[in-house]
């Protein structure tokens, strides 16, 4: 009897673990990788680059901004290379990026200086990013963005 109810409380056990969501850490590698990316664009981003932008944004972007203006790819890349938004510098605190499977996930704090239409600013917003893998590379397709007590 003793046996029998050993080898229940192992079964029961064993059926309560394999329901349990498991938790897996992800690959150091692949958030650097990804904040490789969040990188190269906040310097496209200050430096205008056509094709340094380009390059790591998804053709399927949808860039929003703080006011709720969603811009395409095509749109957001040309209000910068144009100088229409024009970010003098950007800082990024507080980064959590979160990967599931060929999706990222990247949380930050975002403040920087502007010079939009010869108008200087100031901005401190909360970014959400989405990157997804595309052949080996990780791209931009969509970006939130909204306003945090300063």
């Known amino acids: 009897m003793k046996y029998l109810m050993t080898m229940l409380l192992l079964v029961t056990g064993l059926v309560a673990y394999s329901q349990t969501p498991m938790v897996v850490a992800a690959d150091t590698k692949v958030e650097n990788t990804i904040a490789a990316a969040v990188e190269k664009l906040r310097v496209a981003m200050i ?3 056509r094709k340094d932008l380009e390059s790591v944004l998804s053709a399927d972007l949808a860039y929003g901004h703080s006011s709720g203006k969603v811009e ?3 749109e957001f890349v040309e209000a910068i290379v144009s100088r229409t938004s024009d ?4 800082d990024i605190q507080d980064q959590k990026i979160t990967v599931q499977g060929t999706l990222a996930i990247v949380r930050h704090i975002l403040t920087g200086e502007t010079n939009d239409g010869g108008k200087k600013g100031h901005v401190r917003l909360g ?8 052949n080996n590379q990780w791209l931009l397709c969509s970006r939130n963005a909204f306003r945090i007590a300063a």
């Open 87 to 90: 970010f003098k510098s950007i």
């Open 47 to 49: 430096s205008g680059v």
């Open 127 to 134: 970014i959400v990013l989405v990157f997804k893998q595309v």
């Open 72 to 74: 395409t790819k095509a």
